[in-house]
C-alpha cells in the first residue's frame, strides 16, 4: 500500500479564468463538482491507496472539509514547497502517489500499471512518459508538449510514484526538472553536453537520464512508459475542460 499527496494550489489565473471564475483550478467545477475531487474519489476508492494528503489553499480544503479521512495541508506557494509541504506528512521512505489536481481523468487501471511495472524494480522514482500514439488514440487532436528519443516520441505524465526522501536529496536537480517540465529544450542543458548531442543525433534514451540522474544525486530514478493516456491528459485550456465534461457527463 502507497500513500498520496495531491497538489491543488494552483490558481485559476490563466485560460481556465474563462470558463470558471473559481479562485483556484483545482475548484472548477465539472457537473457540478470541482475538478480535484474525480482525483480524490480515484485515489479514495482504490485499494491500494492509504493515507491522502492534499496541499491546497483554504478554500479548497474548506470545500473537501466533507471528505473523510483527508489531510489538508497549507499551500505555500511554489510547486517544491508545496510537494515538500505535503510529502513531509509522510514516511520519508515509504513509496508515495503524487498526484496534481487537473487531472479528472485518472482512473485505476492508471494507477495499478505504475505499481504493477514500479513492482518489478528496485528504484526511488518511477515516472510515467506516455507516447504520443497512445495520447493521440486516446484523444485525437490533443496538444501536448513531446520529446522525441530513442524509446519514442514521449509525453510527461501527472502522476509520481516516489519515495520523500529521495525527492528531498534531489534537491537543485528536481527544481530544475519542475521548471523546464513543459519545456523540454531547457531540460536539456540540465541532462548536460554529452546527452545535448546524443539528444541531436536521436540517440538519446531513457535510460540515459536514468543514469544521469543518479550520477548527479544518487538517487534512482526509473522513466516507466504507461499506454495509459489519461495520465497525461491535464485541463489548462478551455478545450482540455470541454473535453474532460465530455467524457465525464453521467
Known sequence: ?????????????????????????????IHGKPMVSYVLDILRSHSEIGKIVVVCPKEVSERLKAVPEL???????GLLENLKAGLSQLDPDKLALIATADIPLLTHEAIDDLLKQAATHNADIY?????REACEARFPGIKRTYLAIRDGTLTGGNIVLAKPAALFDAGRFLEQAIATRKKPWMMAQVLGLRLIFKFLVGRLSIQDVELRLEALTGIRGMGVISDYAEIAFDVDKPKDLELAKKILDG
Open 1 to 29: 500500500m502507497v500513500n498520496a499527496v495531491v497538489l491543488a494550489g494552483a490558481p485559476n489565473d490563466g485560460k481556465l479564468a474563462e470558463c470558471d471564475d473559481a479562485k483556484y483550478e483545482a475548484l472548477i467545477e
Open 71 to 77: 489531510i489538508a495541508v497549507e499551500e505555500r506557494g
Open 127 to 131: 515516472y510515467p512518459v506516455v507516447k
